[in-house]
């Protein structure tokens, strides 16, 4: 056994096919790999490695806080829960709370490169609802004035044209000169196909394969009788009780017993699925702790490998949010005034003892007071009088 041999703008609209077909393929269409799997976003989807990746950074983007901010004179900045940029990522839709919207929309981008929520405004031009769109239904046109217009296709086949300031659209990177974000699977196909290879090879081996966990030969001259056989057989099973566990197994004159262990192509095979787990979190940039492989995990890096989650592999998508909601929902004059920011300090936070040092060495220095400190740690303001 060989284990190792086993991805839409035009100008007009008249050229509507050749969008369609660049938007597909920027988005994750699928197609066949080279280890001859089937690849678009919901097959490796059905790797677990994928999945939990996906999970791990659409879970924590949408779990953390997203304040709206309010400038002030002074320079500094206060919370604007009443704002209506605030009661939106709260309550987006009718049937989506803000953490549920932004979990499928941010799993949308990492799946699928981009994901498209139809924004739903009042008279004075708020934003009163996002309405979610699936990617796979979303073709993007550039139009004359260079602007891009999106047809969204619905559940009754009905093609439904947004102008781009209709649409909120997050998105993976780009090629230069196109707003269609990449899908990480439709990049990386040849590496989720051979995930995908490699799976279906084990079910199929240990699915059809008639391996069983020992053998008895007869080593003598004397032929068995069926009766005889299934005394064995039933004497040997009794061993697999825990209170037999441990206990002499006796065996009739010229019989061998035999553990059947794992091949050299059982082990070439799981070599490759553990090689295939680190090659699917270099994908998604998240550490392999994270998704429990933790073949080269320490008490003593765990914690560490945990900050550069957040620091290196979620602040991609946390500051695409903050952005996308910057520049697509608030106009150019509340974008002066108004901002939302996520809230990392629960996963930066420190130890203990090195949150205790660092707060006394800043109410030392004269740059921080206990007050301050009560706050950030979500301690109740502590009454003076």
Not at 151 to 173: A, N, P
Not at 272 to 299: D, G, K
């Amino acid at each position: 056994m060989k284990i190792m041999d086993m991805l839409r703008g035009g100008k007009r609209t008249e050229t509507r096919a050749d969008d369609a077909s660049r938007n597909a393929l920027a988005s994750g269409a699928g197609g066949n790999s080279n280890a001859g799997a089937y690849v678009d976003a919901k097959s490796a989807e059905s790797i677990s490695t994928v999945y939990a990746c996906v999970q791990a950074l659409s879970e924590s983007t949408a779990c953390l806080p997203l304040h709206v901010y309010q400038r002030t004179a002074g320079g500094d900045r206060e919370r604007a829960d009443g704002h209506w940029l605030s009661r939106v990522l709260d309550r987006p839709n009718d049937w989506q709370t803000g953490m549920e919207f932004r979990e499928s929309q941010t799993a949308a981008m990492l799946l699928h490169g981009n994901a498209y929520a139809r924004k739903e405004t009042n008279g004075s031009g708020e934003v009163v609802a996002l309405h979610p769109m699936h990617p796979n239904r979303v073709t993007i046109v550039r139009l004359d004035n260079g602007r891009y217009r999106y047809d969204y296709t619905d559940d009754h086949g009905k093609v439904l044209r947004l102008l781009q300031g209709e649409v909120l659209h997050l998105r993976d990177r780009t090629e230069p000169g196109s707003i269609v974000g990449k899908s990480r699977i439709a990049i990386a196909r040849e590496t989720i196909g051979l995930s995908l290879s490699l799976r279906q090879h084990g079910s199929a081996v240990f699915g059809r394969g008639a391996r069983p966990a020992s053998i008895i030969s007869n080593e003598g001259s004397r032929d068995w009788t069926t009766e005889e056989l299934n005394s064995i057989r039933d004497r040997l099973e009794s061993y697999a009780s825990p209170a037999n566990a441990g206990k002499t197994l006796l065996l009739n004159k010229h019989m061998k017993y035999q553990t059947v262990g794992l091949s050299n192509e059982d082990a070439e095979w799981l070599t490759a699925m553990q090689f295939s787990v680190t090659e699917v979190c270099r994908i998604f940039r998240v550490p392999p702790t994270l998704v429990a492989e933790l073949t080269h995990a320490t008490f003593s890096n765990i914690t560490e490998l945990g900050l550069q989650f957040a620091r290196f592999s979620l602040q991609r998508w946390l500051t695409c949010w903050e952005e996308a909601i910057a520049h697509q929902l608030l106009g150019t004059v509340s974008r002066g005034r108004y901002y939302a920011e996520h809230s990392l300090e629960g996963l930066l936070r420190a130890q203990p003892k090195e949150r205790s040092e660092f707060y006394a060495s800043g109410i030392g220095a004269g740059w921080l007071d206990v007050a301050e400190v009560r706050k950030l740690e979500n301690l109740p303001a502590r009454d003076v009088t």
